[in-house]
């Protein structure tokens, strides 16, 4: 069974600060590692989607990267911002089709 | 605008008292899925449907009942509602679920409480 483990479970950083969250899984039979934002009581906003066959994705501030061999996917944010202030999800797409699996997520909280 | 419709977004009811909570998609989304959250344990996926008419379950089904007969709706039916179902509920619909490229895209979320 496919498990997702985020760590560390919260991080407290200064404003401009560069900071990597960590996601590992321990089946490499997945589809894509999808990374999402979740402010308090909200719903669930893309970040970025990997394929199983890509190595990394960009957008703005924001760079993920897979290692699907050893089941792992990092999300580095540039130059935090308050406003980054939220939890952040990671989550397999597994290969027996419809299966997601979630991670428990990274709270981060972005001191101005 | 694209995207994922809940309802209700917010249900107290009370034990035993059927209900359905609907989820709706004008992406003409192919894979649709619900899922929990709870504190501590997260995200859990309940049933997805991988195209009308075809549904499975996924870790935490019992309780719960699903049906797909038009693409867009993918209703949640409690027919017994328990106290242990009081969670945050979220829909979620991606193209296909046999791609590695669809992004999964997720409703506002639906808050029930049992009592």
């Known amino acids: 069974k496919q498990e997702v483990t985020q760590i560390p479970a919260a991080l407290s950083v200064p404003e401009g600060e560069n900071l990597v969250l960590n996601c590992s899984f321990t089946?490499?039979?997945?589809?894509?590692l999808q990374w999402f934002r979740q402010d308090p009581g909200k719903g669930l906003t893309s970040l970025l989607l990997?394929?199983?066959?890509?190595r990394e994705q960009t957008s703005g501030r924001l760079n993920a990267s897979l290692d699907k061999s050893s089941g792992r996917s990092t999300l580095y944010i540039a130059a935090s911002q308050p406003g980054d202030s939220a939890t952040y999800l990671c989550?397999?797409?597994?290969?027996?089709?419809?299966?997601?699996?979630f991670g428990d997520g990274t709270t981060l909280t972005v001191k101005p | 605008e694209a995207q994922v419709t809940q309802n209700p977004r917010y249900l107290i009811t009370v034990t035993g008292k059927k209900l359905t909570v609907t989820c709706s998609q004008n992406?003409?989304?192919?894979?649709m899925s619900w899922y929990r959250q709870d504190p501590g344990l997260g995200l859990r996926q309940i049933y997805y449907?991988?195209?009308?008419?075809?549904?499975d379950k996924g870790d935490v089904p019992e309780g719960y009942k699903v049906s797909r007969k038009e693409k867009r709706n993918f209703p949640l039916i409690l027919e017994s509602p328990s106290p242990n179902q009081t969670s945050l509920y979220f829909c979620?619909?991606?193209?296909?679920?046999?791609?590695?490229?669809?992004?999964?895209?997720f409703g506002a979320g639906s808050r029930l409480t049992v009592l």
């Open positions: 979620a619909s991606s193209l296909s679920g046999f791609s590695g490229a669809n992004v999964l895209t």
């Open positions: 089946d490499s039979a997945i589809y894509n």
């Open positions: 990997i394929q199983s066959s890509q």
């Open positions: 989550a397999v797409r597994n290969t027996n089709a419809g299966k997601s699996t």
């Open positions: 992406m003409n989304h192919e894979y």
């Open positions: 449907s991988m195209n009308v008419e075809v549904t």
